[in-house]
């Protein structure tokens, strides 16, 4: 079992940053995939970011790419997701999801663990 907890969202305007911390707790929980996903009013989760358990190998999807990065501190048992430049249309609940598959998965179904979310909200 592994727990998530976001935190770090908030309302910011338009080419603001934020910074996104999970925190996961649980037995092995540095064996695990992290990723970030958000979901916006009316549409489905997304798939925003991925790193491996060990943190060397990221993946993301390319709206963000340049913009977003996430890391890891498994001595914390922390994953971050640093955004710049942000938009409005990065407006959404971020969640933080777990799994232990080898390779990244980009579905929210491939993944076991979620956290509650935080709220992002970019204004123009």
């Known amino acids: 079992q592994v727990q998530l907890a976001e935190a770090g969202g908030g309302l910011v305007q338009t080419g603001d940053s934020l910074r996104l911390t999970c925190t996961a707790s649980g037995v092995n929980a540095d064996k695990y995939n992290l990723a970030w996903f958000r979901q916006a009013p009316g549409k489905e989760r997304e798939f925003v970011a991925v790193?491996?358990?060990?943190?060397?190998?990221?993946a993301y999807v390319p709206p963000v790419k340049g913009r977003f990065t996430i890391s890891r501190d498994n001595a914390k048992g922390t994953v971050y997701l640093q955004m710049l430049s942000l938009k409005p249309e990065d407006t959404a609940v971020y969640y933080c999801?777990?799994?232990?598959?080898?390779?990244?998965?980009?579905?929210?179904?491939?993944?076991?663990?979620w956290g509650q979310g935080t709220q992002v909200t970019v204004s123009s």
């Open positions: 999801a777990a799994n232990r598959f080898m390779g990244f998965e980009t579905t929210p179904d491939r993944y076991e663990y």
């Open positions: 790193i491996s358990p060990s943190g060397d190998l990221t």
